[in-house]
């Protein structure tokens, strides 16, 4: 077992465009997933129906991963804040917007509102960008191919370490959308 087994996801409804979240949960496992069979009377399950009926099914968005049940709280709780909950004029379907006084303060980070969802953003533009790069060289981009011709190049102390493109294509790996060959490229698969 992970030793962080915690997550943050969104449930996301494809019939807009864009698709727009309608929940925002942590679980561990198949949490994100088991929506879908604990049908109730609640709003959320009433989307999901919605959703079905109309022959598509449920965006599942990963957010955050390898969490501690703490930071999985926290980042729960400012995301419903940030998109709000409906019965107060908000995106979200939870039932209730989480205190984030309430959460332990055993994370040592003092998070900006915001912040983390501008870091999410920003993230979805450089996993973006070093697809199209990878589909645009059927034989394959390296690491130093995405920092050098994406400007993700570092020069911190002095040293080249170009551990950003590192983290975009491991993601990009992790979720199958890049493999690597046996000559160290890496190579778009079909999305």
Not at 9 to 18: G, N, S
Not at 112 to 127: F, I, R, T, V, W
Request: aromatic share 6%; glycine share 8%; hydrophobic share 35%.
């Amino acid at each position: 077992m992970a030793q962080n087994p915690f997550y943050v996801y969104a449930l996301k409804d494809p019939t807009e465009k864009p698709s727009k979240p309608f929940y925002i949960g942590k679980g561990t496992g198949n949490r994100a997933w088991e929506h879908h069979t604990k049908i109730d009377d609640s709003e959320k399950s009433s989307v999901i129906q919605k959703i079905k009926a109309s022959g598509h099914e449920v965006i599942h968005t990963t957010i955050a991963d390898n969490l501690t049940e703490q930071q999985a709280l926290k980042i729960e709780a400012e995301l419903i804040s940030a998109f709000g909950i409906r019965s107060q004029g908000g995106l979200l379907t939870n039932k209730v917007r989480p205190n984030t006084e309430n959460i332990s303060q055993k994370i040592k980070a003092n998070i900006p509102d915001g912040c983390y969802e501008k870091a999410q953003m920003a993230l979805e533009l450089m996993k973006s960008a070093v697809m199209e790069l990878a589909k645009a060289n059927p034989h394959g981009i390296s690491n130093s191919d995405a920092a050098k011709y994406l400007g993700l190049q570092s020069d911190y102390g002095g040293g080249s370490k170009d551990y950003l493109s590192y983290s975009i294509i491991g993601l990009l790996m992790k979720e199958g959308r890049l493999t690597r060959t046996a000559n160290r490229k890496h190579i778009a698969t079909g999305e």
